[in-house]
């Protein structure tokens, strides 16, 4: 069923596709008529969503490997869409990862590695695109935050780090391209239930801790794209955690101590 019939016939990139928030995304976009442009790692995944949502909706369905690591990587592919398709209405910076733990057992490369995919990465592809938005005066893109990086919490600072690096290049950003009919947006998703735990949360007992704030990736995915080619500034999902950051911005000291049981179920 179309919800948004901006999509139809945009040409939407994906990172970070072949599962989680990004795979539903891909079909929900898929679903309103967009043209996709799905990156991943794992190629053979990507194949069976590109046959899937092709047979089911009729759409253009391209898919590239691609680890956002590799700032050279994403040069080849970027050159490679720009060149076959031209044309990029959206780009949604979707690939990432994390880790819980103390700052002390988190190893120099686990922390380099997170800031290579959430950080650099997600930069990389953005300067990628951006050239061809000014050039049509027209875009849109969506950064997958998170809530970590409003609010810092035990156990994941590392990763807590690269997503407020994300925010700070995405409000910067936002204000460098606000007079050129480019869209700038921030997702901040609470905890999602998708496989990030089985890598972030080795022991389980955070995911169990939270499982009842969880969220799904296809709610997040369809808020994603009721706002996709509008002018909106964030999401923040669900609504009401935005509580929490607003109550840390006014008084960090009384929510860290209050807040600290809560926030330490790592």
Not at 3 to 21: D, F, M, P
Not at 43 to 69: A, G, H, M, N, P
Not at 80 to 93: A, F, P, R, T, Y
Request: charged fraction near 20%; include cysteine; glycine fraction near 6%.
């Amino acid at each position: 069923m179309i919800t948004n019939e901006r999509l139809q016939h945009k040409n939407i990139i994906i990172t970070g596709a072949s599962s989680g928030v990004g795979r539903s995304l891909a079909e929900k976009c898929a679903e309103n008529g967009a043209n996709l442009i799905l990156l991943a790692r794992r190629l053979d995944v990507l194949k069976e969503i590109q046959t899937d949502l092709q047979t089911r909706y009729s759409v253009s369905v391209r898919i590239f490997k691609l680890d956002v690591s590799d700032t050279d990587e994403v040069k080849n592919v970027f050159g490679q869409i720009i060149k076959e398709i031209g044309q990029i209405d959206v780009l949604v910076n979707n690939a990432g990862f994390g880790l819980f733990r103390t700052a002390h057992e988190t190893s120099i490369e686990k922390i380099k590695d997170m800031f290579a995919v959430n950080v650099i990465g997600l930069i990389a592809c953005t300067n990628m695109v951006l050239p061809v938005m000014l050039q049509q005066e027209e875009g849109h893109i969506i950064n997958i935050a998170s809530q970590a990086g409003k609010i810092a919490t035990p156990k994941s600072s590392s990763y807590a780090a690269t997503k407020h690096a994300v925010l700070g290049f995405t409000n910067s950003l936002r204000m460098e391209v606000s007079d050129m009919n480019i869209f700038v947006t921030a997702v901040n998703p609470g905890p999602i239930q998708t496989n990030f735990f089985s890598i972030a949360d080795e022991t389980g007992s955070y995911a169990k801790n939270v499982k009842r704030f969880m969220i799904t990736p296809d709610f997040v995915a369809s808020k994603i794209v009721n706002a996709v080619l509008t002018n909106k500034r964030e999401l923040n999902l669900p609504r009401w955690m935005n509580a929490g950051s607003v109550l840390f911005a006014l008084f960090p000291r009384l929510f860290e101590k209050a807040g600290k049981p809560f926030l330490s179920k790592k």
